[in-house]
């Protein structure tokens, strides 16, 4: 028999059982508030899910949501009617739940000052880091966090990363300044994320918050056009360069330069400003990703809409297609942009490469020519396409879209950052841990910082930059103190069939509908019954069965009794002794016993429902269900 190796708990253990907090950037407690949820207490959810996210309401309608990725219940076995093995069960809707609450106590709901007054009043809830905004605020209060000084901190670029720095910095005693050189603040929040995805008004009362601060955001001011980089360091105690990522890569292909061809990001930037952008009625969009699906669907939108108000049909037959490099299943896009654009409509064409966008006599796009690509990535998952030259299609077309990927633009470093040096053009050299650059006072965050990542992910950058902003110019670190406790849950209770309950859908838009409007959503959004049943699925990882070795008599009841098989009796022997199993069994055993003729529990916990059945059925009560919670505070050393 092959030896088991298994894992010893230790120090983070429990911590990490959490595991949709676990992978969140900045470790919102999505537990706590799908657990208030599915009890009823959302106005307690909402102010779980904002506390350490500024961007709680915009991140309930678009965020990537690792921490569904991540949800324990999507790993837990699914049985049929007769318990057979049919699958795993899907994630928790964690991110439409947070829509959910945020739409009812959050900044679309109240006013920036109510907002605010509540999250400074909440009490500590149940897990670390969810009340990081209450936390700050109660500790400089209480005297164990130092204040800034008032000093203004110049931020270039309004989006997440550079709002959640201000955000913070706000919080933390600075005077944050913030430069955008669009018409409004959220960068592709506002010019790239569409609006039938993102309403504009929820991005309004999301930053009329942070404005709330006193965070001061002056809105079409280029840096290096308006004032120079140069000045701003000279009028800010120290810099953060927040820009992203918002330049369209080109292709180098034949032809691409002229009319008919667009970057994706600038046509989403223009529709969002209500610009107008020449685009025909045949339309190839290139790329696989969400950039390229938004791109796809508002095109899509605007096609239909133009034909409605004109009320008379248009000349040439209306068409998008988007064609990847990448086979379906291989596609970067989520899985809901590539359903809800097949149900729109799009013609998706898998596995083609661009060589070539054709032109007329008179020099404007007539089609784009491809070929197969047999392969996209190597054995070692690096980009290195195959293509097979034989195979190619021609798609007769009027525009074209690129969309293939962004990059920074950081010309106005020419005039006063000469210092801030590049290991390649538009990405600066940066202190994996500081996010500091190598000019002095001068820090990045978001894309600048780790590459297009996630919304969430900018917001986790921009909130790291600002606490190294406050280490430079305070000369103190800012410490985080968590004390953790284990309580027993008495008479702890599940709702009644809860393991048996299926994800509930998100209510969307029907396809016709979606289109009749650019701006018209696409998803509707849970009712409160909804929202309490999807809730009522969670397992509520924070809350898990602990034995005591010295009660247990090995009767193997608990075993037995498990619905889904996650707890195992086995000898010490067939154990894979680690020097983790070593330490533990010395630890727990006297001296001179023989480890070999004691046996072990071993407990799956992405099996684990945490339906306390075990706990039940032991008959000498060596099982107790036990919730992990945290407290947190803020100190400077």
Not at 71 to 78: D, H, Q
Not at 165 to 174: I, K, T, V, Y
Not at 517 to 537: F, H, I, K, N, W
């Amino acid at each position: 028999m092959t030896p088991l190796r298994v894992d010893v708990p230790g120090e983070a253990y429990y911590q990490e059982l959490i595991s949709c907090q676990a992978a969140c950037p900045v470790h919102t407690d999505a537990r706590g508030y799908v657990r208030a949820i599915a009890q009823g207490r959302f106005h307690e959810a909402y102010l779980i899910a904002r506390g350490p996210n500024p961007f709680a309401s915009i991140c309930g309608r678009v965020c990537g949501a690792p921490c569904e990725t991540a949800c324990r219940r999507g790993k837990t076995p699914l049985v049929d009617d007769d318990g057979r093995f049919v699958g795993q069960d899907r994630p928790i809707a964690i991110r439409a739940l947070k829509r959910f609450v945020c739409e009812l106590h959050g900044p679309e709901a109240r006013t920036a000052s109510g907002v605010l007054r509540d999250l400074e009043n909440f009490g500590p809830p149940l897990a670390a880091n969810a009340e990081e905004m209450a936390a700050l605020l109660r500790s400089a209060l209480e005297g164990r966090l130092a204040a800034g000084d008032g000093r203004r901190v110049g931020i270039v670029g309004a989006g997440p990363a550079g709002l959640s720095a201000a955000h913070d910095l706000a919080l933390l005693g600075f005077r944050p300044v913030v430069f955008e050189s669009e018409p409004v603040p959220a960068g592709m929040l506002a010019t790239g994320v569409p609006a039938y995805r993102l309403p504009r008004a929820v991005i309004e009362r999301e930053v009329d918050v942070i404005r709330a601060l006193g965070v001061e955001i002056r809105c079409g001011v280029t840096v290096g056009k308006h004032i120079s980089f140069a000045e701003i360091r000279r009028e800010f105690a120290a810099v953060i360069l927040a820009v992203g990522a918002k330049g369209s890569r080109s292709l180098g292909l034949p032809g691409e330069h002229g009319p008919g061809v667009f970057g994706g990001v600038d046509l989403l930037r223009a529709v969002a400003l209500g610009e107008t952008l020449p685009v025909g009625r045949e339309v190839v969009v290139i790329g696989g990703g969400n950039v390229a699906y938004d791109v796809a669907r508002t095109v899509l939108r605007q096609i239909a809409y133009d034909t409605a108000r004109t009320a008379a049909r248009l000349p040439g037959t209306a068409k998008v297609r988007l064609v990847s490099l990448e086979g379906l299943e291989e596609m970067p896009a989520d899985t809901v942009e590539i359903v809800e654009g097949d149900e729109e409509g799009i013609e998706r064409l898998n596995g083609w490469g661009p060589l070539e966008i054709e032109r007329d006599g008179a020099g404007a796009v007539r089609a784009v020519r491809f070929r197969k690509c047999l392969r996209v990535y190597d054995e070692q998952r690096r980009f290195a396409p195959v293509y097979d030259d034989a195979g190619q299609i021609v798609l007769e077309c009027d525009s074209v879209m690129l969309a293939v990927g962004q990059s920074p633009q950081l010309g106005f470093l020419a005039e006063g950052g000469a210092d801030v040096e590049q290991f390649r053009p538009g990405w600066p050299k940066v202190d994996p841990e500081t996010l500091a650059t190598t000019a002095p006072g001068v820090f990045v965050a978001g894309d600048l910082a780790h590459g297009t990542r996630l919304l969430i992910d900018a917001v986790a950058s921009g909130k790291a930059a600002a606490r190294s902003v406050y280490q430079y110019l305070t000369g103190r670190r800012l410490a985080k103190q968590t004390v953790t406790a284990h309580l027993a849950e008495e008479r702890y209770r599940r709702e009644r069939g809860y393991e048996a309950i299926r994800r509930v859908p998100v209510p969307l838009a029907p396809p016709e509908e979606r289109l009749r409007r650019p701006d018209a959503l696409v998803e509707l959004g849970y009712t409160p019954r909804q929202a309490m049943r999807e809730a009522s699925r969670c397992l509520d990882c924070g809350v898990t069965p602990v034995f005591d070795g010295s009660r247990c008599v090995l009767c193997g009841g608990c075993a037995d009794v498990c619905p889904t098989l996650c707890l195992k009796l086995a000898p010490l022997s067939e154990i894979v002794h680690t020097d983790e199993i070593r330490a533990a069994a010395g630890a727990l055993l006297g001296p001179g016993e023989e480890p070999a003729a004691h046996s072990v529990i071993l407990k799956d916990e992405d099996r684990c429902i945490r339906c306390a059945a075990c706990a039940m059925r032991c008959p000498v009560d060596a099982i107790a269900m036990e919730r992990v919670v945290y407290t947190t505070t803020w100190s400077t050393q």
